[in-house]
């Protein structure tokens, strides 16, 4: 007998790269039934969020086990069609682990991605965390052909004019489909959080761990659209999941509540990733954080098992605030983010 879950079914975008359906649906378990995307005028990003123009009421449904969908790519002016099968065993895992689990610990969503160049991505998204089911490929249609694409090269131009001003420079200037998928890669890593004390005469760290200082809890949102928010230790321990684009990490030290919001430059940690895994992609990782809260030292850098020191990131690298009991008490000298970007 085939089981009904509870969920909703969205659509969303790249960053500055929005998408139009003509047809946009998945194929539940049991081949009965069919569920379309809630449709958007266009569908845009962040990318793994849900792009909706109403709020959808959770029914209970078969879970999808195939995708079918032909969108448009106003960025690129390129339609594209994906099919592919979802990993519908992950998804009940999903919702089998939650199920009776607090409200806002379970799996509530599923997201459907719909990339320039031809990257599609199935999501689960709850509240709490989000995870990457399924990403793969659709193949370029050519507009004024007859794979069921029923507009014309000059009606495809017309619409993308419409929405041109939602397209970021980046998408057309420097994003790619290799690019792209580098943000859907999945490394296997796990944070370490060190308490050690920096030696400003010696430019380098001794590793004094300093005990009265205590890890509360840390956050990440990645490349690959995931998110973590559990506040347990999972990120502490080896998962696999897109490099983090923001890391934020709570913490006491004499006291005093601290917490550290790191936002990545993707680009150079996408090159220091792929350089410490040029060997092996499935290698685990450390990904390391150095604090040295007297000193008003953050660091962070990636260590391989074998490596003979871990690869420290430059200091343009990234970007960090630290607040102290409610208050500012450091940011790095690029920071540039907007005003209270850190409560987001």
């Not at 619409?159 to 420079?169: A, H, Q």
């Not at 928010?229 to 696999?240: I, M, N, Q």
């Amino acid at each position: 007998m085939i089981r009904n879950y509870e969920y909703t079914l969205a659509g969303s975008a790249y960053e500055g790269a929005p998408v139009i359906t003509q047809y946009a649906m998945v194929l539940c378990e049991g081949g009965e039934m069919a569920l379309d995307i809630p449709e958007c005028l266009p569908f845009v990003g962040d990318w793994g969020c849900a792009s909706m123009t109403h709020i959808m009421d959770k029914t209970s449904y078969p879970l999808p086990i195939a995708l079918r969908v032909v969108y448009l790519s106003v960025a690129e002016r390129k339609w594209y069609m994906g099919e592919g099968e979802i990993s519908v065993s992950l998804l009940k895992e999903l919702w089998s682990n939650t199920s009776s689990a607090n409200e806002s610990e379970k799996f509530e969503e599923i997201v459907v991605g719909m990339a320039p160049y031809g990257g599609l991505a199935v999501w689960a998204r709850g509240l709490k965390k989000q995870v990457l089911v399924n990403w793969f490929d659709a193949v370029e249609l050519d507009a004024g052909g007859p794979n069921n694409i029923t507009y014309h090269k000059s009606q495809t131009l017309e619409i993308c004019r419409c929405y041109d001003d939602l397209c970021s420079p980046q998408v057309r200037s420097s994003l790619s489909k290799e690019y792209m998928n580098s943000c859907m890669q999945q490394y296997t890593y796990r944070y370490l959080v060190w308490f050690d004390t920096w030696l400003e005469q010696e430019q380098r760290w001794m590793e004094e761990k300093q005990s009265h200082c205590e890890v509360l809890f840390i956050e990440d949102d990645c490349s690959d659209g995931c998110f973590n928010r559990e506040r347990g230790d999972s990120l502490l321990r080896y998962h696999k999941v897109g490099i983090p684009r923001k890391v934020v990490l709570n913490y006491t030290c004499d006291k005093a509540n601290y917490m550290v919001c790191f936002w990545m430059d993707m680009e150079k940690l996408h090159l220091q990733f792929e350089q410490v895994c040029a060997d092996n992609k499935e290698a685990q990782l450390d990904m390391l954080v150095h604090i040295d809260t007297q000193a008003n030292r953050y660091e962070l850098a990636l260590y391989k098992y074998g490596m003979e020191k871990p690869c420290s990131m430059s200091e343009d690298s990234f970007q960090c605030i630290v607040i102290k009991n409610g208050f500012e008490e450091y940011r790095t000298p690029n920071y540039n983010k907007p005003r209270g970007a850190w409560s987001l």
